[in-house]
Nanobody
Framework: QAHLVVSGGGLVQPGGSLRLSCVAS????????LGWFRRAPGKERDWVSCMNVIDSDPYYSESVEGRFTLWRDNANNTAYLQMNDLKPGDTGVYYC?????????????????????WGQGTQVTVAS
């Protein structure tokens, strides 16, 4: 059965780094728009980053631009989110998601409701 497995979260001090992984099983990751979202305690799920199918250019929310990097390793059917210079405001559960079937190959949605395949999430806590 097709699914996504998210890993790589943990506890890190402010200024530290983490790399999250999103491994796809049962389908080919680069055939679908991909999104990363996070849910901070007591808040809605917020968009972090996404990548479309055609050119694989990543897009980032203003809050993570310049600190986070998203890329896909097609050989391993895995997407990575490298998070540097982490701040306490980055704390939350991080999810990767796919839009299946893809609606527009040249774009990637920045809203959670546009995605329908979700990984289980991984906790990221940034604290000293």
């Amino acid at each position: 059965q097709a699914h996504l497995v998210v890993s790589g979260g943990g506890l890190v001090q402010p200024g530290g780094s983490l790399r999250l992984s999103c491994v796809a099983s049962g389908f080919t990751l680069d055939n679908y728009p991909l999104g990363w979202f996070r849910r901070a305690p007591g808040k809605e799920r917020d968009w972090v980053s996404c990548m479309n199918v055609i050119d694989s250019d990543p897009y980032y929310s203003e809050s993570v631009e310049g600190r986070f990097t998203l890329w896909r390793d097609n050989a391993n059917n895995t997407a990575y989110l490298q998070m540097n210079d982490l701040k306490p405001g980055d704390t939350g559960v991080y999810y990767c998601a796919l839009q299946d079937p893809p609606i527009r190959l040249g774009s990637c949605p920045q809203v959670a409701f546009a995605y329908n395949r979700w990984g289980q999430g991984t906790q990221v806590t940034v604290a000293s």
